[in-house]
């Protein structure tokens, strides 16, 4: 697109003019769109074109990535900066064998899944390791294979890559102002009993041609398929971005801690509530790596006191309500999420400010939506951000 004209782009990629041509011709037929306007002055590129060529060259960056990885590591023994991988000359056959084998991780049910026999399949592997000189999967008798910590990086590039391009390709489908495709997003805790059900509600109301799926699992997870491609955002997330230096953050709300125990409970009713009495009960609380467990365990050593005796420590919202109503216990919760608790779940917040007790104030909590650094949300992602933050407002 850069060149102007089909002779140009040809000689600039070592190909034909006719092999060019017909790969464009190709992929205008297979959209349905016209990619380049053709004049007698060369080729400019249509909105369609330009969408195109904007995500492939992220696709690149991913494939440029594995390359440089693949050198600074020194992968090969005869490395060759001409390696075709590293410029996406590879067949959608052949990308599909690496992608398929490192996900199922057995050659028999990789090439079940392709729809290929396991010969083709070990044949497709063999050609991109002789082309990297290099290993990508350890074998072993009984057809499982293991990945190489190379074969890691490729395949996390390489999906990230696959992801842009479906991300053009929803894209070229959404250029008449009507959002089709698919989107995925990861979710945490944070926001699934209140704001993630109304926001989908409305987000897939109002775009019903959005095949919406969600993948639930812990931060770590999440961020890894986020990283692959594999999600195009995580929503929920509180923690501070030091952790994720690569991923941009957009922020949704501030919310601030507090504790919450049953209707009944010793405590409810105190006005005057200390810090003694808070140290002696039993206590649900996030692991201890949390913001709001290393904020009470730290008042708590402040003012000379020793951490709970009996702490049950989760994440799960559902649990931690199911054992606040079984129980004497107490938590953290925040105000967004004990305005959502249900009338008859009979649980209070006592009347007690941790900061009151400390020189620090009490974390509060930025919720936000994750996504990647290098690239830019397709406009399903961008309309269901922009849901959660009108949902935010009407639920905070």
């Known amino acids: 697109m850069q060149s102007g004209t089909v002779t140009a782009g040809a000689r600039h990629l070592g190909r034909s003019q006719t092999a ?47 390359g440089r990885a693949f050198f600074e590591r020194q992968v090969s023994d005869q490395p060759s900066k001409l390696t075709p991988i590293f410029s996406m000359d590879i067949s959608n056959r052949r990308l599909a064998a690496f992608l398929v084998l490192s996900s199922h991780q057995n050659t028999r049910s990789a090439a079940r899944a392709l729809g290929i026999t396991p010969n083709a399949l070990h044949k497709s592997i063999r050609y991109l390791e002789a082309q990297l000189g290099c290993t990508l999967f350890y074998r072993s008798s009984d057809f499982t294979v293991s990945p ?17 391009i479906r991300i053009a390709l929803s894209e070229v489908q959404s250029v008449g102002g009507v959002l089709t495709g698919a989107l995925r997003i990861g979710t945490l805790p944070f926001l699934r009993t209140a704001v993630l059900p109304r926001a989908i509600e409305q987000f897939t109301t109002q775009h019903p041609g959005i095949r919406f799926s969600t993948c639930e699992s812990d931060l770590k997870d999440l961020v890894h ?133 400390s020189k620090v104030h009490s974390p509060s909590l930025r919720v936000k939506v994750l996504r990647r650094t290098n690239s830019t949300p397709s406009p399903s992602c961008r309309a269901f951000i922009d849901t959660l933050a009108l949902v935010v407002g009407t639920v905070t």
């Open 20 to 66: 060019v041509t017909k790969a464009i011709s190709e992929i205008e037929k297979s959209l349905n769109v016209s990619l380049f306007d053709r004049s007698p002055c060369g080729m400019t590129p249509t909105v369609y074109g330009t969408l195109i060529a904007r995500r492939t060259h992220f696709a690149q960056e991913e494939f440029a990535k594995a």
């Open 148 to 164: 190489t910590p190379y074969c890691l990086i490729l395949g996390r590039c390489a999906r990230s890559a696959v992801a842009e």
């Open 225 to 357: 398929k986020l990283r692959a491609g594999e999600i195009e955002c995580i929503a929920g997330v509180s923690r501070s971005m030091d952790h994720f230096p690569d991923l941009v953050a957009e922020d949704l709300f501030t919310d601030e801690l507090v504790i919450i125990a049953r209707e009944g409970h010793p405590l409810a009713d105190k006005s005057d509530i200390t810090l003694d009495q808070l140290a002696d009960q039993a206590w649900i609380l996030k692991p201890s790596s949390s913001p709001s467990s290393t904020f009470f365990r730290n008042v708590l050593t402040e003012n000379g006191l020793d951490s709970p005796r009996s702490v049950v420590e989760t994440v799960s919202l559902s649990l931690t309500r199911g054992i606040l109503l079984a129980s004497n216990r107490v938590a953290f919760s925040s105000i967004a999420q004990t305005a959502r608790w249900r009338p008859d779940d009979k649980l209070v917040r006592l009347s007690v400010n941790l900061s009151s007790f």
